[in-house]
């Protein structure tokens, strides 16, 4: 099973930021976005659906 997180240094609703990176996943920083606006950032959506496609 894989293990994808995708998080951002300016989340303000998961603190610490250190909690999100997981041991043996694909630990993906996105820059610096706000909680809500994860889901519709262009870029984060790309990158989970290349997660995703991955075989």
Do not use: K
């Amino acid at each position: 099973m894989r293990y994808a997180t995708f998080w951002s240094q300016c989340d303000e609703t998961v603190n610490p930021d250190s909690s999100v990176p997981l041991e043996g996943a694909a630990n993906t920083p996105v820059g610096c976005l706000r909680h809500n606006a994860l889901p519709g950032d262009p870029a984060t959506a790309a990158g989970v659906r290349a997660f995703l496609a991955e075989d």
